[in-house]
């Protein structure tokens, strides 16, 4: 009977052919769930009427309280039908088989919850009506309304979410419901503008950003179960050729998306950084935040490294009545959720990172605070650093123990920790083509992936739109952690430039082959550490740009967001210049003008000088650890 009982469950979930190709874990995960837990739908009222889709998994046992473990989300919290299960309960399945109640719910206006959907609502303070709603009074209303109406709940709530769901779960510390006890936002969307998904420095970027609003900016009239499709007529695989035959940002709407993605249309209204984003930036109004925070972020993260890096500093900044935490591991969006986590490409790490941050620290993280078990031990930043490929805890983030130094370009090609001779002149220059961008990846590929944030990148290297500079072969090792800050002194023959810097570790000649893909060669990898655009006309202030003088030497200086790594003895260091990552980034006309109305005709090509001499010394500072 049980065994009928069990087929019977797997097949409401998948036809046959679809199960027996599901690997045996997720098939277990399944079973596990409809043997242990039930699952109710409800329409839970909020303040101002409207009523969002909430889906609530109970265990069985009723002999026990639960704590409740709260996802919001805009990616649906389906299947829909209280028939029809996940494959997966929680941050992982140890929570499920921990015993939790698991509750997840579509955000206002997404999938089967009523109201206007806005994208990184902003917050309000001080609401005086009941029609005046954000994220936070959403999530305080549905808190309010579990832990009233939900069956053998212990009256205390746990929130997590990763991307545009860690927006959602940042905004429920933000005037949290008193139920509210521990909250972990992973790779949180925290700023469209400066750092997360659609910009970075004010540049635009491009593939990520067609692709994902094509579907998520798709309008949606009346509640429904179904996901608006994604653009998929590229007519090739290649990224580059598609992105390149579109042109200009405004031929978006002129070929594709006709004037009705209204996130789209946002964006291309609001170049610069007017109040549209600035409200949107979460990170500033964790003031006051009550429940303990674990804020989970991977170096490699391709959409949002920004993220938990600046919800960490903005709770901290405010000095949190509770516990707050940083995690960053060496991952890539989200891909701590899932594996083993021991290598990345042809970069190995040398242990099982994602079983034990699951493990020993995210559920020891909830079970501490929602169950009274015993503390994880977590330190203030529990980082792991690359390269030497070990976990660190540090009583602050950047450790305490760093130093500001600066790393500076010669126009030789060199790259040091010394400063160019004193009366030293000299410059490197390239031509910068609009029609010519320099790719972000080798790759051929047609979706963005994740592959360029530790990617070789000597294909770059060669051309002759790409500055080159590497310290001699080093004496000892060399450890990073804390912030990047590019300080380039430049000049144009144009009147508006982007300039990406990149940092890579550069392996010896004779580097062991301990690749995980069959047949690599490591002797000379050039690892990209951490890479970052600024767009020029943004170098003094994002809300009001200015224009380049063509020929004058002009200090542009940017944040590239931080790093935990180690260049060993015998690597080098290298910086790589250009004026170009495409079409990971649009292209910059190189003329000062809003560049989502320019035309083709104000698309040219500038010669670009990069100084390293004197009071123009250009240069990278990174945050140095002390020798052992």
Not at 142 to 162: A, E, R
Request: a neutral charge; charged letters at 25%; one cysteine or more.
């Amino acid at each position: 009977m049980q065994n009928k009982f069990i087929l019977s469950a797997a097949m409401s979930v998948l036809s046959l052919g679809a199960w027996a190709q599901r690997p045996v874990t997720v098939q277990q995960d399944s079973i596990y769930i409809r043997e242990h837990y039930q699952k109710l739908e409800k329409q839970v009222p909020m303040r101002d009427g409207a009523k969002l889709y909430t889906v609530i998994y109970v265990p069985k046992d009723e002999t026990k309280k639960y704590p409740i473990m709260f996802n919001r989300t805009p990616y649906s919290a389906g299947p829909y039908g209280e028939n029809e299960y996940k494959l997966s309960l929680g941050p992982s399945m140890l929570f499920a088989k921990e015993g939790y109640i698991f509750v997840y719910q579509d955000v206002r206006g997404r999938y089967m919850s009523e109201g206007e959907f806005v994208a990184t609502r902003p917050y309000i303070p001080n609401k005086k009506k009941k029609t005046e709603i954000d994220e936070s009074s959403d999530t305080y209303d549905t808190i309010d309304w579990l832990v009233k109406n939900v069956p053998h709940n212990s009256g205390k709530v746990g929130t997590w979410g990763i991307s545009a769901p860690g927006f959602y779960t940042t905004m429920t510390a933000i005037d949290a419901h008193p139920a509210l006890k521990a909250a972990s936002p992973q790779a949180p969307v925290t700023d469209w503008f400066m750092g997360d998904d659609r910009h970075h420095n004010g540049a635009f970027f491009l593939m990520g950003t067609f692709s994902f609003l094509s579907y998520y900016g798709a309008e949606r009239p009346e509640p429904t179960p179904e996901r608006a499709p994604s653009f998929a007529e590229y007519g090739t695989p290649d990224a580059y050729d598609f992105y390149l035959k579109l042109g200009p940002l405004k031929n978006v709407n002129e070929k594709y998306f006709k004037g009705k993605n209204k996130i789209w249309n946002e964006m291309m209204e609001n170049e610069s950084y007017t109040s549209f984003w600035a409200a949107r930036n979460a990170a500033q109004h964790l003031k006051n935040v009550k429940p303990a925070m674990m804020t989970v972020g991977g170096w490699f993260d391709q959409e949002d490294l920004y993220g938990p890096l600046k919800t960490f500093a903005g709770a901290e900044k405010n000095k949190p009545s509770a516990a707050n935490y940083l995690v960053m591991g060496p991952w890539t969006h989200g891909s701590w959720t899932r594996g083993n986590n021991n290598a990345l490409g042809n970069v190995r790490f040398h242990s099982d990172t994602g079983p034990f941050y699951r493990e020993q620290i995210e559920l020891a993280f909830f079970n501490h605070y929602l169950k009274g078990m015993a503390s994880p031990g977590l330190a203030k930043a529990n980082i792991f650093e690359t390269g030497s490929n070990e976990w660190k805890k540090y009583s602050a983030w950047p450790p305490l123990e760093a130093q500001d130094k600066n790393l500076y370009f010669h126009a030789n090609g060199k790259l040091s920790f010394e400063a160019p001779q004193s009366g030293a002149e000299g410059f490197d220059e390239y031509i910068s083509d609009p029609a010519k961008p320099v790719p972000y990846t080798k790759e051929i590929r047609i979706d963005r992936g994740s592959d360029f944030m530790y990617e070789d990148q000597r294909f770059a290297a060669s051309r002759p739109d790409v500055l080159v500079y590497q310290t001699d072969p080093l004496e000892n090792d060399v450890v990073i952690s804390g912030n990047v800050l590019a300080d380039l002194f430049v000049s144009t023959t144009g009147t508006d430039a982007d300039f990406v810097v990149k940092l890579i570790d550069v392996y010896p000649g004779d580097a062991p082959n301990d690749s995980p893909v069959p047949g690599t060669k490591m002797g000379g990898f050039q690892q990209l550490v951490r890479g970052e655009v600024m767009r020029s006309k943004f170098r003094n202030s994002f809300t009001a740009p200015e224009a380049m003088v063509p020929g004058e030497i002009t200090e542009v200086k940017f944040d590239m967001q931080d790093a935990a790594h180690c260049f060993k003895k015998g690597h080098r260091i290298m910086v790589q210049v250009q004026s170009s990552w495409f079409p990971l980034v649009d292209r910059n006309p190189q003329k000062f003008v809003n560049i989502y109305k320019a035309t083709e005709a104000d698309f040219q090509k500038a010669t670009h000088k990069v100084y390293a001499e004197g009071k123009n010394a250009s240069h990278l500072k990174v945050s140095v650890m002390k020798a052992d």
